[in-house]
């Protein structure tokens, strides 16, 4: 890559070397940005005669053409590529998603030399248009050997981020109390609506249950016969695991109990078990509260029909202490 001055009149579609400012200090046009025809008028109007662009050599891509190349390898599922200022180029979703991110490729392709990825956390809830990645790339230009390994290494690893789509879920919650379902309903219906209202659902079908094993089992059976994306348990009183009246109620309902404990506080008493794809959550005293805790960190991919494993679900101790 080489800096040379040229004509303004011959700028166009050449890539700023230095940024360039109006005598009162005011900028004009960033470094690294290419010339249009519209902006050597400008330059022209503001009375440069010459300006410092670069020249690639043949082995070299712009940072423009480097970071949309990375970008479009990098993501998939619905999203959209924006490219941005700066030799930037943003995944964009575009709809209600889950973000689902492979942190080691993440970490693998970050230590490259050329090209940085920043994405928001996997498993995280994304709105329609809401920016979940950002690739940025050395300023200029790029190697085209660095960018070709840089690429080569994504495509056979596999995407670095998903966006999941959610798309019209059917959530099914069940109130349990020792002694009047209704009361369970009562303490806790708020606080399910607005963990729900935060990733854009409601609940579709709700039932209570004295908490009991047997009244428990056909409540979920008669929820499971509506093809829910997800039940949520949400008892007065914690299990104490598997053999607790909740989960007993889950195995004769059909559960395959997945997990029982989750590294996350608050949200320990986490159990979870599926009937085929649809999951069953039971974590009791995260719906005496609103603020963020393990439902909110299982919910997105769930609502996004991802089957979150044992595995999964204990790598979340990593920033798990949430309050």
């Known amino acids: 890559m080489k800096a040379q001055v040229v004509d303004v009149k011959k700028a166009n579609g050449r890539v700023l070397s230095a940024t360039i400012f109006r005598p009162g200090g ?36 712009g940072e423009d053409e480097a970071v949309m190349q990375v970008a479009l390898a990098s993501g998939c599922g619905s999203l959209e590529i924006k490219p941005a200022a700066g030799g930037r180029a943003n995944l964009v979703t575009t709809e209600p998603c889950c973000v689902l991110v492979d942190e080691g490729l993440l970490k693998q392709i970050n230590c490259t030399s050329s090209t940085v990825i920043a994405t928001t956390t996997s498993f995280s809830h994304a709105a329609r248009g809401q920016r979940v990645a950002t ?27 998903q966006a999941r789509p959610i798309r019209s879920p059917a959530v099914a919650v069940l109130y349990t109390d020792p002694v009047d379902g209704a009361r369970g309903r ?16 409601a609940a579709t079908f709700v039932l209570t249950a004295i908490e009991e094993e047997v009244a428990v089992t056909r409540a979920l ?15 007065t009183t914690a299990p104490a695991g598997p053999e607790d009246v909740i989960g007993r109620a889950m195995l004769r309902a059909g559960c395959r109990l997945e997990r029982f404990l989750a590294p996350v506080e608050p949200g320990t008493l986490f159990l979870l078990g599926y009937v085929e794809d649809v999951p069953v959550v039971s974590v009791p005293g995260c719906f005496r509260s609103a603020k963020r805790n393990v439902i909110d960190l299982v919910l997105p991919p769930m609502l996004a029909r991802y089957r979150m494993t044992s595995w999964e679900i204990a790598c979340l101790g990593h920033g798990g202490l949430l309050a």
């Open 26 to 61: 005011k900028k004009l046009l960033a470094k690294g940005h290419t010339v249009s025809e519209e902006d050597a008028r400008m330059l022209e109007a503001e009375g440069l005669a010459e300006v410092w662009v670069t020249q690639l050599d043949a082995d070299e891509v």
């Open 135 to 161: 690739v940025k790339s050395i300023p200029f230009a790029v190697a085209r050997e660095q960018l070709e390994a840089v690429i080569a290494i994504i495509q056979e690893r596999g995407p670095i981020l």
């Open 186 to 201: 009562e303490l806790f219906e708020g606080i399910v609506r607005q963990k729900l209202e935060r990733l854009e659902v």
């Open 221 to 235: 059976q008669h929820l499971l016969r509506g093809h829910p994306t997800a039940i949520l348990v949400a008892s």
